[in-house]
């Protein structure tokens, strides 16, 4: 059993992202769906999947440059279980300098950083990706 579903979720993707696997399958949930949703609008992942056959797996198929290196080179939980982080719009983290993206969990819904400051509503702070 797993304790922290959203922490795993970026395990696989980090692991298999490093060995450069084509796809990763992760158990679905309503929260992973809109943090694939999220990687695939920031240009992170090819495509995901919800397959409801197998019993509820979300499948992500990561994204390479026709060099075959990786698009996504990082992705970590700053919110966890045990320390939940949140952050007004204004002092939202930057990630890499602004080159990557902090995905936020509002009233609103998941979005990330430059969405929450737009909106100017802060949130719990989900995790980074660059």
Known sequence: MVTDSISDMFT??????????????????????????????????????NIEDCHGVLRI????????????QGIRRISKSSLRIYRGYENMPKTVGGLGVTIVSTSKGLMTDRQAKREKIGGEVIGCVW
């Open 12 to 49: 696989r993707i980090r692991n298999a992202n490093m060995r450069l696997h084509e796809k990763v399958d992760v158990p679905s949930s309503k929260i992973k769906i809109e943090i694939a949703k999220i990687l695939k609008e920031e240009g992170y992942i090819l495509s995901y999947t």
């Open 61 to 72: 198929n990561l994204k390479y440059t026709s060099a075959g290196k990786a698009v996504l």
